[in-house]
């Protein structure tokens, strides 16, 4: 499943045990198990303060999709993701789960990026003289980055999304363990 891609031949694909868009490393058998039997153990919240603050996910999803998502991407691909990253990392209360919802929101845009710069240089490239590929893909990129402030800005944005991820992990991972601490 692609997060965003018009010709829909990236093979940027979400993995519900990976969550994120950027494809990982293939995993060992060790970790598939490992993965196994941790899913095994969750059962989901069990207190009632737990089922009710579940049973708002979809409704929270839903407003933030419709702040995210443009043409062309999925509204199921995008509540896929956020419930990845809620199972993965099993925020508890608001503060956690906006620490999540930014790490969501700054890979859900990464990907975007992704799928921008791919057909803004296949854009170019079918400007360019018919010679082998390598040269095409260069005049392209350098036609771009010439010409455009587009490339600059793109990888600034890049490199924003990248920081807004990390941030909000470490404060997560900050907040989690203050959590279990108390």
Not at 15 to 43: F, M
Not at 88 to 113: K, Y
Request: a negative charge; aromatic letters at 6%.
């Amino acid at each position: 499943m692609s997060l965003y891609d018009p010709n829909n031949d990236l093979d940027y694909t979400l993995d519900p045990d990976i969550p994120g868009a950027i494809p990982s490393p293939p995993r060992t058998e060790r970790q598939i198990e490992a993965s196994r039997l941790n899913g095994a153990k969750s059962q989901g919240p069990v207190t009632p303060e737990g089922k009710a603050i579940s049973s708002q996910n979809n409704l929270r999803h839903g407003m933030l999709a419709k702040v995210i998502l443009i043409e062309g991407e999925s509204l199921e691909l995008f509540h896929q993701f956020m419930q990845a990253l809620e199972s993965m990392w099993q925020p508890v209360g608001h503060i956690e789960s906006a620490f999540v919802e930014t790490m969501a929101l700054s890979e859900w845009r990464l990907s975007r990026l992704v799928g921008m710069q791919k057909a803004g240089i296949e854009s170019e490239i079918s400007k360019q003289p018919d010679c082998d590929p390598a040269t095409r893909a260069f005049l392209a990129f350098t036609t771009m980055a010439e010409q455009s402030r587009v490339l600059d800005l793109m990888i600034r944005y890049e490199s924003r999304c990248d920081r807004q991820y990390d941030r909000a992990l470490t404060r997560l991972l900050a907040a989690q363990k203050r959590r279990k601490e108390s």
